[in-house]
């Protein structure tokens, strides 16, 4: 199947689709920061260039986009049907760079803490930030 847009408005496409400060990244940074919680962006120290590390509760959280960290059985992900196996062997990359760093990290000694896209959606958004705040509160306690 062909693609539905030209090269140009596929690559004008592609090149407004950000890998950081997305918006649900975002929302869950400023849930945070309003809860009092201090954190820091993007460590290229770590493995995976985390999202958000919050080094008081030795913490990382993973904003995941569903499309592009393949959240399999969510409705925001679906395979594009244009180049089905490039796509597919991309994302399943992804998937296996995800599971990498997330071991690398908890054997540095962190909690790595992964949200999806999907659980930000305005029914889902309040119960899933809330989950978040006790267990990165949760990690300071059993320390």
């Known amino acids: 199947m062909a693609d539905v847009h030209s090269k140009a408005v596929r690559s004008f496409n592609m090149s407004r689709i950000r890998s950081k400060n997305t918006k649900p990244e975002i929302l869950v940074r400023k849930f945070l920061h309003k809860n009092g919680l201090r954190y820091r962006l993007?460590?290229?120290?770590?493995?995976?260039?985390?999202?958000?590390?919050?080094p008081k509760y030795r913490t990382i959280v993973l904003v995941n986009g569903c499309f592009w960290h393949g959240h399999t059985g969510c409705n925001s992900f679906k395979l594009p049907t244009t180049r089905?196996?490039?796509?597919?062997?991309?994302i399943r990359n992804n998937s296996i760079n995800d599971s990498n760093a997330k071991l690398?990290?908890?054997?540095?000694?962190?909690?790595?803490?992964?949200?999806?896209?999907c659980d930000l959606i305005n029914k889902m958004q309040e119960k899933t930030l809330n989950t978040l705040l006790q267990q990165i509160l949760e990690n300071i306690q059993s320390a």
């Open 42 to 54: 993007h460590v290229k120290s770590l493995q995976g260039t985390p999202d958000i590390l919050l």
């Open 104 to 117: 690398h990290l908890q054997g540095l000694g962190y909690k790595v803490l992964t949200i999806w896209e």
């Open 84 to 90: 089905a196996d490039w796509w597919e062997s991309k």
